[in-house]
Structures are given as C-alpha cells and as structure tokens.
C-alpha cells in the first residue's frame, strides 16, 4: 500500500481540474522525509483516488502525477513513457526536444536531441534518483554517441538537488560546429547557457526571415545571432545584432563569419541602447525582440508587464511605416491575454495603428498539456506597424 497525501477539505486544489501539481499548503499533513523522491498517492477531502506521483516535502510543489491509475516509478514505466515521447516527435529531424517534463509524464525531465547528442536536464528528486535507468534507456531507444547532463539549472536547488554537469561516458563534450537548418552554429553543449541552443525558437527564425529581403533589421537579445543570420541569408538590406551578454555576442560574430554573412553584433543594454536613441528617427524596417524571461516568478509579473511594453513602445516608435515587429515571450506567468495587452497599450502609446500577420507559438516538439498552463510557455507576434 503506497502513502497517502491528502488534500485539505478547505481548499480547491487546481489538481481536481487536472492540473499535475499539489503544493506543500493544499495538504492536511506532509509525509515523512523517508518518502521524499518516492511515488505516493494522492486523495481529495472525500479520500478518493486522485492518482500517483512523485514527492519531495522540500519542494513547493510537493507532489507531481506522474499517472491517473497505479503504477510503479521503475524502468517499465520509464521506457513507456519514453518510448511514447519519442512517438510524439517521429519525423521531427534531429535537431528537436525529445522530453518535455509534465508533457510527456516525466516531470522535471527536459531532453534536448542535438543531432548524435542528447541533453539532458533532471530536475527532480524522484528522477534524479532514477538518472541511471534513464541514461541507461535514452542510450537504448536513441543511440546517441553522449548524452550530457546539465543538472546545474538553478531550479534543482529549490528540490534541495546539487549543482552538476556530466557526460554518460565520463569524457569532456568538445565545442564544434553543428549544422542546424543550414547555418553552421559553433555549440558548446555541456557549458553553454541552457542546453546549449535554443530549439524551441527554429520555426520562428524561418518565420521573420520571410519579412527580411531588403529591409534594415534589429534583432535585440540576439543571443548566438540566429535570427540575425536568418534576416542576413533571406537578403535583408543591414543586420544589427544586440546582446547584453559578451560571449554570446563573440560567438553569434563567428557563426556570421563561418557562414559567410553580413551582420553586425554588438553588446549592449537593449533598454539603454533604445533609450539613447529615443529621439532618433525611425531607423528599421524590422525589429526581432526575443528577450529572456522577465517574470520568472508570479510576483515579478507586475514588473516584467512594464518592462515588455516599455520595450515594445521603443521598437514600435524606431520602425518605419509599414516595418514589422517580431516581438516574443518565454515566461509561462505571461499569459497571451497580457501580452497581447501590453502590445495594445505599446501601439496606443506609441500612436501607430499596429496588425497582426502571425500568431506564434512554441513548435511541436514542446507539446502543451491543456490542463497545465504553466507547459505553455513560449508565445508572440509578428506584427506589422503603420
């Protein structure tokens, strides 16, 4: 008989409308130590069965279903449900997230396919303590030549986890060019920021670059120049690069020359860049704004709201008539209804009658779970301004 965590009878947890997540104050009582990075069962107020999932008394979020029926967390269970994500993403390429947490029944799991190599981050006890199987399974189904693991995100703290990053052979992954969508990227996958590039963004790079042919294009927070060297390939007329971040600036600057293109990379302030040439006249024809996220916790939303229209404003007044702002967010506290506000309250600002030409999403490969909105992350616009 597994433990049992119960749900108080004062509260409506979001769990009974099937979202994943049970927080530490939702329970009458938390378990014992001794089960923390276990699977326990959870029970609503009348003692019905709520499901499995894993525990941890020193995270927030003290349980995660992993399963509506009863199952065991062992290697069964994890080469179904990788086996399954594996399904979902067939005839993706290889270039493509295999594993996104929640959305495939692996909660704090995140693996990255960067062609023969996987990254991986584990971001829970329960899969933590299960690393091995996992590697062993990854090894099995995919047949990587390394599998990195990037345990050094600082989520892993708040589950009381160490900071480590590793490789399933015990060598060093050496830096090298890798071919993504035709543009040769030198990776750094076991030191660079994240998991070593940004995947989920691949589908808009060719969006906006469709905007590009002869147009003066910004690509602000350009990290490794991805969207600049899209814009500069589809023949844009200038390409202008800014990243508050120096190595990345360096390395979005070797990626334009090994690929024999024309954009300029600089590392700036993006708000201190717009504002020492606020009273400019508009200057582009095409403005990419990908910045990291801003609210990375619900109490920094308020901030993080002024601060995306503040920026949008800017873009907006530096865009000649008829330029097009390719504007995005990756914080899952954002909700579209309040991005799209802030977009609205940017337009009136700035005074410019402001359509939208693309709604955006993150791809495929990031599948959103419709009863946790908090898998749904990455969302943005490709709009025309007049």
Same mark, same amino acid.
């Given at each position: ?21 049970? %927080? ?11 089960? +923390? ?67 495939? =029944? ?7 396919? %960067? ?33 990195? %693991? ?7 703290? $708040? ?21 993504? +969508? ?17 995947? +989920? ?63 300029? %990379? ?18 582009? =024809?095409?403005?990419?704004? =990908? ?9 920094? $939303? ?10 949008? $404003?800017?873009?907006?007044?530096? $865009? ?7 504007t995005y967010t990756c914080s899952h506290h954002m909700q579209d209804a309040q991005l799209r506000e802030v977009l609205s309250e940017a337009a009136a600002d700035a005074k410019r009658r402001v359509h939208v030409l693309e709604f955006c999403h993150q791809p495929p490969d990031h599948p959103v779970l419709v009863t946790m909105p908090e898998s749904e992350y990455l969302r943005g616009y490709i709009l025309t301004v007049e």
């Open positions: 008989m597994s433990a049992s965590l119960k749900l108080k009878p004062s509260i409506k947890s979001r769990v009974m409308a099937g979202h994943p997540w049970v %927080f530490g104050n939702e329970c009458e009582a938390l378990l014992p130590a001794e089960h +923390d990075g276990e699977l326990v069962e959870c029970r609503d107020r009348n003692s019905r069965f709520l499901g499995m999932g894993i525990y941890n008394s020193k995270s927030q979020i003290v349980w995660r279903r992993i399963s509506r029926d009863r199952v065991a967390l062992d290697e069964n269970y994890l080469r179904t449900a990788l086996t399954r994500a594996l399904k979902r993403r067939e005839g993706m390429g290889n270039f493509k997230r295999l594993v996104w947490s929640e959305s495939d =029944d692996l909660p704090g799991v995140v693996v990255d396919q %960067f062609g023969d190599t996987l990254v991986v981050q584990v971001q829970t006890l329960a899969l933590h303590k299960r690393e091995g199987i996992l590697s062993d399974l990854l090894a099995e189904l995919v047949r990587p030549a390394e599998i990195i %693991f990037r345990n050094d995100a600082n989520i892993r703290k $708040l589950e009381g986890l160490p900071s480590e990053v590793h490789t399933r052979s015990g060598k060093a992954w050496e830096s090298r060019w890798v071919n993504i +969508d035709g543009f040769d990227y030198w990776l750094d996958l076991q030191n660079g920021q994240k998991t070593g590039f940004y995947l +989920d963004q691949r589908l808009q790079h060719q969006a906006v670059a469709k905007y590009a042919k002869g147009r003066r294009v910004l690509d602000a927070f350009c990290n490794q120049g991805s969207f600049a060297l899209h814009a500069a390939k589809a023949g844009a007329a200038s390409v202008l690069g800014l990243d508050s971040a120096y190595d990345a600036v360096g390395q979005a600057k070797k990626n334009a020359e090994r690929n024999g293109l024309q954009a300029e %990379f600089l590392g700036e302030n993006v708000f201190d860049w717009f504002t020492a040439r606020r009273d400019d006249a508009p200057a582009w =024809d095409l403005i990419v704004l =990908d910045p990291p996220p801003f609210a990375k916790s619900k109490s920094a $939303l308020e901030g993080a709201l002024r601060g995306y229209k503040e920026l949008n $404003l800017r873009a907006m007044k530096s $865009l000649t008539p008829g330029g097009v702002l390719a």
